[in-house]
């Protein structure tokens, strides 16, 4: 069948354009590829994938385009669910003959209410996806594929049995030619990131088992299955020679870093083929690595600090101390190894106190950019079921992640702690992170290397200012 991947266009308009589909704003605004949907395009000839958001599309131009299909594959997610539906409908309305799946992490967890949502979904893949898809468009009749939900010509909704995850990663293509064929690469902005970027994916899986990440405990596992270290260079080597204009890669396995000896291996590829690159990484790293890393083009670490708290890192299961991260964030320093560190306010455990020592804590290790969210109870989740268990959700079992403005709510409440007070203490968090005369004068050094960088933190500095504006209304 003629098949369409898609990321549906926001009707709110305010949907962040992110490959996991994030809830909301941006402090600043920014795009990851599509990867989820880049993949299994990759094994479905003649397909295409179209980022309704990344191009700036209105839900009219992607509607005259998805129609032109005879299969429409969406990624959605818990947030923008009940738009992506409501975009199903108009597209169902427009070409009735048009099918109409979807794939993600939200109707991987709830494939039945899914369905049962709304009539224009004609199913949903669970697990992961790839071959799924691949199978759908060949046209394999529903009840023989694996790992599928669907609505049968009588209306009822079936469940077909669990599709086993992939053991050899190198059977899937590689999903830079995609990217190539499909996106407009410069509409790809990150702000740590240097621009343009391109993101990959070495590995499906992460081995910690922090009780509020989505991916591994919806989709991915906890088993980290990776492409062979061959393979992983060789599409590197794609990129650089079929992709001149990119000046940065990203691996963005949950845990790049998760067995060091292949993680050093595939930086000394790397650095053979003098490419610039980043990677998730878990804040244990031993100095002996990143210095490998460090030698062999590593720029930038991206890394989920969380808390400055023992207990909550305990109590989320992070598999983390913060002497450790302390530790790590010197040897970084050391080396030159720029970090972008994330924190979430509202992980269980969390207090006024705990929250004033998260600050004081990223503002010591001071990595260069942070990002501060807001504690998502995805369904999936252990967080979600602790949510549950405990009453901290607002209402039964109601998740409200976003306000009308698009901009983030807490969903989680406390006793103690109320989401009223962690919502505005996130506001707090950045002020007293970058309003400080040495972040500032360290950001304006930055903005003197050159003149794009000046254009680009002016640009940046705009868009957050206009956040915590945001915010704070």
């Not at 590829?33 to 880049?38: F, K």
């Not at 009588?154 to 049995?161: A, Q, R, T």
């Not at 050899?168 to 790809?188: C, G, H, Q, S, W």
């Not at 992983?232 to 204009?245: A, F, G």
Request: proline letters at 5%; charged letters at 25%; glycine letters at 6%.
């Amino acid at each position: 069948m003629k098949t369409l991947f898609l990321q549906a266009p926001s009707y709110d308009g305010f949907d962040g354009g992110a490959g996991s589909r994030y809830q909301a704003k941006r402090e600043v605004r920014s795009f990851w590829y599509p990867t989820w949907l880049a993949q299994p395009a990759s094994l479905v000839p003649d397909s295409r994938v179209l980022d309704a958001t990344a191009d700036g599309l209105s839900v009219e131009a992607a509607l005259d385009i998805a129609t032109q299909y005879e299969l429409v594959i969406i990624h959605t997610s818990t947030p923008s669910f009940p738009t992506d539906a409501l975009f199903a409908e108009d597209l169902k309305k427009r070409k009735p003959s048009l099918l109409i799946g979807m794939v993600g992490a939200k109707v991987a967890v709830d494939p039945h209410n899914s369905l049962t949502a709304t009539p224009a979904i004609d199913f949903v893949c669970r697990e992961e996806f790839d071959f799924t898809c691949k199978e759908i468009a060949e046209g394999k009749p529903f009840a023989q594929i694996l790992g599928l939900s669907y609505r049968a010509p009588d209306g009822s909704i079936e469940h077909n049995e669990a599709r086993p995850i992939l053991e050899n990663m190198d059977e899937l293509p590689f999903v830079a030619p995609i990217y190539k064929r499909d996106l407009t690469i410069k509409n790809y902005f990150n702000g740590y990131l240097k621009h343009p970027y391109v993101s990959l994916y070495t590995g499906r899986g992460c081995r910690s088992k922090c009780t509020f990440c989505l991916w591994p405990q919806t989709v991915g596992g906890h088993r980290y299955r990776v492409r062979s270290v061959e393979n992983v260079l060789e599409e590197v080597k794609w990129i650089r020679d079929n992709m001149p204009e990119v000046k940065e890669i990203m691996f963005d396995d949950d845990t790049f870093t998760d067995f060091k000896p292949r993680a050093e291996e595939i930086a000394r590829g790397m650095g053979k083929l003098g490419v610039t690159w980043s990677c998730n990484a878990k804040a244990n790293v031993p100095y002996s690595t990143l210095k490998i890393m460090k030698e062999n083009g590593l720029r930038l670490l991206l890394v989920g600090y969380e808390s400055g708290d023992d207990q909550i890192l305990l109590n989320v299961k992070k598999g983390l101390r913060t002497d450790i991260a302390r530790r790590f964030a010197q040897d970084c320093r050391t080396l030159g190894i720029k970090v972008h560190g994330t924190f979430i306010l509202g992980l269980p455990g969390e207090t006024q106190e705990t929250i004033q020592k998260t600050i004081e804590y990223a503002k010591e290790i001071n990595p260069l950019t942070i990002q501060v969210s807001l504690a998502a109870p995805y369904p999936g989740t252990r967080l979600y079921n602790q949510a549950v268990e405990n009453g901290w959700l607002a209402e039964n079992k109601v998740i409200n992640l976003v306000s009308k403005e698009g901009v983030q709510l807490a969903a989680i409440g406390y006793p103690h702690l109320s989401r009223d007070e962690m919502y505005h203490q996130l506001e707090n968090f950045y002020k007293r992170f970058y309003f400080r005369p040495s972040k500032i004068w360290e950001i304006l050094r930055e903005m003197l290397t050159s003149w794009d960088m000046m254009k680009r933190r002016l640009r940046e500095g705009v868009e957050f200012f206009r956040f915590l504006r945001a915010h704070e209304a």
